[in-house]
């Protein structure tokens, strides 16, 4: 059995080629459905009509599609990681609460006699911390 021979180097190519490109449609597809739906211009109408013509007739729709929308494709992006980058940001400054923001005297204060009375600073250190938050 001669396999090599049966499959020359330049089938394995445009095997190769052929796979990738069509990998490469699919990807195209799915942002453009994805695009589709995150546009705020878009009416429903249009976005059903967008979504039918891309799934109806794909290969042509995909291609209409990036011809006549393709240039805000990437600013929709854009925005949209904003979005979330700012929506992230907001979650840790939640989640960091109190401890983001400087306290006042009173409550380093109230934290440090938390501290001595617990045994874990000697009355010394204490006073010395007292004077530093005083100061």
């Known amino acids: 059995m001669n396999l090599a021979y049966d499959y020359p180097v330049l089938g394995v190519f445009w ?6 490109l069509w990998i490469l449609w699919f990807v195209m597809l799915f942002r453009i459905i994805g695009d ?31 011809l006549a929308r393709g240039k805000g494709m ?11 980058q700012q929506a992230f940001d907001e979650q840790i400054r939640e989640a960091a609460g ?7 005297e ?10 001595r009375a ?3 600073i000697s009355d010394d250190e204490f006073r010395r911390a007292k004077e530093k938050i005083l100061h």
Do not use: C, N
Not at 15 to 20: A, D, E, G, K, R
Not at 74 to 84: K, L, V
Not at 106 to 115: G, R, T
């Open 36 to 66: 589709i739906f995150r546009d705020d211009t878009l009416s429903g109408g249009g976005k059903t009509g967008w979504l039918i013509f891309v799934v109806v007739l794909p290969f042509l729709g995909v291609f209409v599609y990036v």
């Open 118 to 120: 617990k045994g874990d």
């Open 15 to 20: 095997t190769t080629m052929w796979i990738f």
């Open 106 to 115: 009173a409550e380093q204060l109230a934290k440090l006699s938390e501290i």
């Open 98 to 104: 109190s401890g983001a923001q400087p306290q006042s």
């Open 74 to 84: 990437g600013e929709r992006e854009r925005r949209h990681a904003q979005a979330r």
